[in-house]
Structures are given as C-alpha cells and as structure tokens.
C-alpha cells in the first residue's frame, strides 16, 4: 500500500460569513425577532429606541405615526397598500365567477367571535351552546360548515332533528349565507334572505352554477327554458350574492399590513431611495458590562464577557452591511427603473438580478438575499423589490434609434397591456386571443396567440366566451 499526499483547493464559509448573509436576507421583523432572542441570551445586548416594528399588531398595539418629514415626503403615497389592495380587487374581480361586493374586513374580531355575540343574549340549554359552540369553531375561514351534520350529531351526542334546528339558528345570523354546507346553499340563503327567489332563479343557483361560472348565458336559458335576456338578468342577481361570506372577517390574529423597507422620496427635484429607519433599533452594549470586562481579574469572566461584547459589534456590522447593500440595490432599481416611479406599472422595463449584481459588482445571490421579502414604497403604491425583476424580455415592433438596443417589452408590462385590452374590450363583442394578440401589435408587444392564452389563463381572466355579456341580447 502506498501513501501519497494531494493538494486540494476548497472554499470554506466561516461561521460569521453564514451569519452575515443570513442576516442580510432577514427581513425587518425577522430581524427584530433575531436580535430579542439572542438579547435573551447575551445580557450585554441591548434594544434602545422605538422601532415601528414593537408597535406593529404582530407586537400588540397599533402602527407607529410617521415623523411630519416622512409624511411630507409619502403624502402623494399613502394610499399605503394600493399596488397590493386595489391591484387584488381588479384581479378578484376577473378571478371570481361571482363578482360579489366585498366589504371592508374588520380589524382583530373572527367570524366566530362575532356569530355567538349575536348569540350570547339568547338562553340556550348547556349541551345546545356547547354545540353551537362547536359548530362556530368549525366554519371554515369562507363561513362554511365543511364537517358533515351527521357527524357533528354523533360528536355532540345530540340527535338529527335537534341538529337541524341549531343549524338554522346559526343560518340565520350575519353574514347572510354563513353555515352553509356547500356554494349553492350559501346562495339560497343570501336570497331567501332577500325574499327574492322565484322558481327559475333558485334553479340557476341549484344547477346552473358551472355553466354561470363559465359565463355560458345561452345554455342557461336554453336549460331553464327562458329567454337569453331574462337569464342573464337572473345570472346578474347571483352575481351580486356573496360565495364567502366569512371572508369579510379577520381569520388571522395579525392585521395585514406591510411596512415598506425602502421608501422613494422627493430630493433635490429628482427621486432618491431611503432607508425605512424606523423599523429598525439601535443595538447597544450593556455599560455595566462594559465596564466590568475592563475591571474584572477573573479570566472566566472576562473571557466570556469579551466574546459577548464581540457578538455584538459583529452584528451591528452585519446590520450596517445589510442596509448598505439593501440601499445599494434600491438605489440600482430606482436608476433602472425611472420610467415606472415617473408613470406606473405599464412603464416598467425588463430587468434580472444579474443586471443589478453586475452595476454594482457584487454576486447575483447577494441581490437574490437583499430583495428578498422586503417592500418598497414610492407614490405608485407599495411593491416588493422582486416585482420590479422580470427575466423575459419580449421583443417590441417599435425600431430602435441608431446606436440604441433593440426595444424590449417586460413580461409584466405586457400583462398589464393586455389587462387594459380586456378592461377596455366592448363587453357584447370581447375580443379573441388572436384579435388581442393583434392589438398589441399594434402597440409595440410583439407576443403570439398562445402566449395571450398563457397570460390570460395566468391572471385568471376569462376566454372571450367568458367574458361576453348577454345581458342587451
């Protein structure tokens, strides 16, 4: 047996690097978590300074009020969360087969909370509540009782006539249509409510529900035996009546609400990206134990104080570094993507991280860690950073000028071309895929039929079919 010696190469990550990078793609809250548990484990860490997160509703009291300055600088977009609240109702609306008026979600009260409150003055026999008890707890966050009746009767030990009736008890209350056991009797509830639901209409909501999701108008009528007019007249009305009924109420103990990381503000006339500040506490080192590693003669103590007092200073440096490459990045978005924080979404210009990774001469997977997760908000609403990354780029019809790169379409800018297309179409006569296809041709968006297809089905809108309306026929 012979022995040789080789010389390898190898790349090893030290324990600080690790913890760097992990930070850096922390986002605030994580990183606020992080830093009150290794607090608990270092008694030289302190948390100074009142960081927006501790008054976040993950931390129990209310959002911290902006500074006058930051104010001043946002008052253009404290529409706050519109990208993400407006932008979800114009897709719900091309999501939903039942375009429904949803409203406002309360803050910090559960469907099932607000149910036995219209209960609770209502005597009811001991073995009754418990079982109306349960049968609140088990509706669904939409408000529907999923768990067979039979089976809430032999659990409950109560018997099926009696299951019955509490089924009604909890029929009756606010929302309309809470306790249904299915959409069609969620339907039937909203309208019986209503003291409107002759023969043909509870026929539609009973049979008719896949070919009404579909938009099928003419089959509908064809199967009721009615005109094409007075079906969709009646396919309006079951429009209007709400599927989820349990969805106007907070199903989660944390109000939803997104603290931007980055903000875009008005600065010597033009657009500069800033650090969201207030998110974030000073870190600081205990001055008693400070003081006590310089005073100290027991070398077990000094020792374990001194490498306390250097975890610390390493993470105050992680933080310094995560912010600065975090701005680094926003600031590289900002410059490639002026056009959009001047006129929108439509404006927005094909981009990779490896675009930005090469401007500033750091790794693609240290941007992929910064933008991670984290916000920013500019007067056109609030964005995750990803969102302003798009890795295809379509080719645009338009001819570029002498010396110019060719133009170029970002996926997203022609998703929202096509959205307006849709937006726009004349509702009795809705255009093809081909026909779209061909309008945004005409606009410079050079994409085939089956593209259109992909991007429409990806929004989930409709097929021309779909979205014909048949109510002038």
Not at 216 to 226: C, F, N, R, V
Request: aromatic share 6%; proline share 5%.
């Amino acid at each position: 047996m012979e022995l040789s010696t080789t010389q390898q190469q190898r790349q090893m990550l030290s324990q600080q690097t690790i913890q760097s990078a992990n930070i850096l793609q922390m986002t605030a809250q994580e990183l606020y978590t992080y830093l009150q548990e290794t607090a608990l484990e270092n008694p030289v860490m302190e948390i100074r300074g009142s960081s927006a997160l501790k008054e976040h509703p993950a931390f129990g009291s209310g959002l911290r009020r902006r500074t006058i300055e930051q104010t001043e600088q946002l008052n253009a977009s404290d529409e706050s969360n519109r990208y993400f609240y407006e932008q979800e109702h114009l897709e719900r609306e091309n999501r939903d087969p039942f375009d429904w008026q949803s409203a406002k979600k309360p803050q910090g009260i559960s469907l099932s909370a607000s149910l036995w409150e219209q209960l609770v003055s209502i005597p009811f026999r001991p073995k009754d509540e418990a079982t109306l008890h349960y049968m609140l707890d088990s509706l669904d966050r939409w408000g529907y009782l999923r768990e067979p009746l039979e089976q809430v009767a032999e659990k409950m030990g109560q018997p099926m006539e009696r299951m019955e009736q509490l089924l009604f008890v909890v029929q009756s209350l606010e929302p309309a249509g809470v306790g249904a056991r299915d959409l069609s009797e969620c339907l039937l509830l909203q309208l019986e409510r209503r003291m409107e639901c002759p023969e043909q209409l509870r026929f539609i909501v009973t049979d008719c529900l896949e070919l009404l999701a579909k938009n099928q108008i003419p089959a509908i009528a064809k199967k009721a035996q009615i005109p094409v007019k007075e079906a969709s007249r009646l396919c309006q009305i079951v429009r209007s009546l709400n599927p989820k009924p349990g969805a106007v109420f907070s199903t989660e103990d944390i109000s939803r609400y997104i603290q931007p990381d980055v903000l875009i503000v008005t600065k010597d006339g033009g657009l500069a990206a800033q650090l969201n500040d207030t998110l974030y506490p000073k870190l600081e080192i205990d001055q008693y134990y400070r003081q006590l590693a310089k005073t100290t003669e027991e070398k077990e103590v000094k020792s374990y104080l001194q490498e306390k007092i250097s975890q610390v200073r390493w993470i105050r440096t992680c933080i310094a570094q995560r912010n600065e490459t975090l701005m680094k990045v926003a600031s590289a978005i900002l410059e490639k993507q002026q056009d959009f924080f001047h006129s929108g979404p439509s404006a927005l210009k094909p981009l990779k991280l490896s675009d930005i990774a090469r401007c500033l001469d750091i790794h693609e997977s240290t941007v992929s860690r910064a933008v991670r997760n984290k916000y920013l908000q500019c007067s056109q609403g609030i964005f995750p950073l990803s969102y302003f990354f798009s890795a295809k780029r379509l080719p645009s019809s338009k001819t570029a000028a002498p010396g110019q790169e060719e133009s170029t379409v970002s996926t997203a800018t022609a998703k929202a071309a096509l959205r307006k297309l849709i937006r726009q179409e004349d509702k009795k006569e809705p255009l093809s895929d081909r026909a779209l296809a061909e309008k945004l041709a005409e606009e410079g968006i050079q994409i085939s039929r089956r593209t259109v297809a992909k991007y429409r089905e990806a929004m989930e809108i409709p097929d021309a079919s779909g979205r014909k309306d048949y109510s002038q026929a």
